[in-house]
């Protein structure tokens, strides 16, 4: 157990429709990273929070958001899905510092259908 | 824009042999990190070593070292007395004043009996 916990593991659902992952960061870390896995597109950063506030974005849809709660455990919301969603999606924290690796959680797969 | 190069998708070794695999950066600045991320089949994302860019010296965690050569922009990986469990995707990352980790397409490692 890494300390980085995401729910749900798995996730099917179909086009058109509107998904919450969930992520609770590992304890004291204050940063949270999501991240997209999918097969030809390897992993693609979609966006940072910090202690509640987004701090960095990278190749996130518009069709995605994100939040972070003042406990710290972050959602990604996935919305009007496409098959071309489906992908890995992973959380990571990491305490402030740039020489700190990530945490990662166990990642949600989603597939769309 | 930082990017991170892993031009082996692939490589095997046998069963208690050595092994190298290679990754390339490109970035501007001076002060970062590098990173080995190991990847097996279970998805999960597991640190297996860094590197301070200001370090000359070349990490070392038990039989996995690094080869890092900071003016030709190159960080390998070396894993010596190879063990089954060693099996994986391996990902290159480089993490700079942006925060975020930047990924490489991974290397697929597989370890021959």
């Known amino acids: 157990d890494s300390g980085v916990t995401q729910t749900p593991k798995h996730l099917i659902t179909a086009t058109g429709q509107r998904v919450t992952l969930r992520c609770s960061p590992r304890?004291?870390?204050?940063?949270v990273y999501w991240y997209q896995q999918s097969l030809d597109q390897g992993l693609q950063f979609l966006i940072q929070y910090y202690n509640g506030e987004e701090r960095a974005k990278g190749n996130i849809l518009e069709r995605f958001s994100a939040q972070q709660f003042p406990d710290l455990h972050s959602e990604l919301n996935l919305s009007s899905l496409e098959l071309g969603d489906s992908a890995l999606y992973f959380c990571?924290?990491?305490?402030?510092?740039?020489?700190?690796?990530?945490?990662f959680g166990s990642g949600t797969r989603l597939t769309v259908v | 824009a930082q990017t991170v190069t892993q031009s082996q998708p692939e490589m095997s070794v046998q069963e208690a042999e050595t092994v190298t695999l290679s990754c390339t950066y490109d970035t501007s600045e001076s002060d970062y990190y590098l990173f080995w991320y190991k990847q097996p089949p279970s998805r999960q994302m597991i640190l297996v070593i860094r590197q301070e860019a200001y370090k000359q010296q070349n990490a070392t965690e038990n039989r996995f070292s690094v080869n890092f050569q900071k003016a030709a922009k190159s960080f390998s990986l070396k894993i010596s007395d190879s063990q089954l469990g060693d099996a994986a995707m391996y990902f290159c990352?480089?993490?700079?004043?942006?925060?975020?980790?930047?990924f490489g397409s991974g290397t697929q490692l597989t370890v021959l009996p």
């Open positions: 990571a924290s990491s305490v402030i510092g740039q020489g700190n690796g990530y945490t």
């Open positions: 990352a480089y993490r700079g004043s942006a925060r975020q980790l930047t």
């Open positions: 304890s004291g870390d204050l940063s």
